[in-house]
């Protein structure tokens, strides 16, 4: 699906949950929790979040946020935001204004 037909048909509430989903669950974060585990197996007393920071939004308690309150200080910088904003063939985000 086109960044255009998104931004059009795309609900903005569901844009924010899927920046929560994918902060809470990095790209690729189930290799590392396998080989954390593997690791841990094997005798590591590191936590996983120390061994691959993949793992630290799933494995580190959440900051203090307000019930329903979404953590935006590194949206900005996620993945997703950036594939966004860089999409071609599309409208572009106006974000800043």
Do not use: C, H
């Amino acid at each position: 699906m086109p960044v255009y037909q998104l931004m059009n048909e795309m609900p903005y509430d569901e844009l924010i949950n899927w920046f929560a989903y994918l902060e809470r669950r990095p790209e690729n974060w189930r290799i590392d929790d396998g080989m954390a585990k593997i690791l841990a197996a094997m005798g590591s007393k590191a936590k996983p979040y120390e061994l691959f920071a993949s793992l630290s939004a799933i494995y580190k308690p959440p900051k203090d946020l307000k019930e329903g309150m979404i953590d935006t200080s590194n949206l900005m910088q996620s993945t997703m935001f950036q594939k966004i904003v860089g999409a071609k063939g599309g409208d572009t985000l106006d974000i800043w204004n």
